[in-house]
């Protein structure tokens, strides 16, 4: 599912979220800077891709696992064993393909 990343930079939390509340009415508009803003998160944790679309794909697949009714924990242990990512970075990778992604799941 994932390409090899290695550990960066933390982002906080709180400077996360504001960075993906949606300011842009536009849909198609909305979607390139929700997807800017995750990769940005990603880069500052030093996950990489061989793409960004490959990454805002994997943070989609981590949408339609949550939404198939899998817990948080299992898609992370799942990023960490398709990944070289370790339990914290893969908890991260989950958590802002929720917030960018899947709002929804949340919680």
Do not use: W
């Not at 198609?28 to 800077?33: L, Q, S």
């Not at 997807?35 to 891709?49: E, P, S, V, W």
């Not at 061989?50 to 898609?75: F, I, N, P, W, Y």
């Amino acid at each position: 599912m994932l390409a090899d990343r290695s550990p960066g930079l933390a982002l906080s939390p709180a400077i996360l979220t504001v960075l993906l509340i949606g300011l842009i009415d536009s849909p198609a508009v909305h979607a390139d800077a929700v997807d800017t803003t995750f990769l940005g998160a990603l880069n500052a944790k030093g996950i990489d891709f061989a793409s960004g679309q490959s990454a805002v794909m994997a943070g989609h697949e981590v949408c339609d696992e949550l939404d198939g009714g899998r817990q948080k924990s299992d898609v992370v242990s799942e990023v960490m064993h398709s990944s070289q990512l370790d339990g914290y970075h893969a908890g991260f990778f989950v958590g802002v393909s929720v917030s960018a992604f899947c709002p929804r799941h949340h919680g």
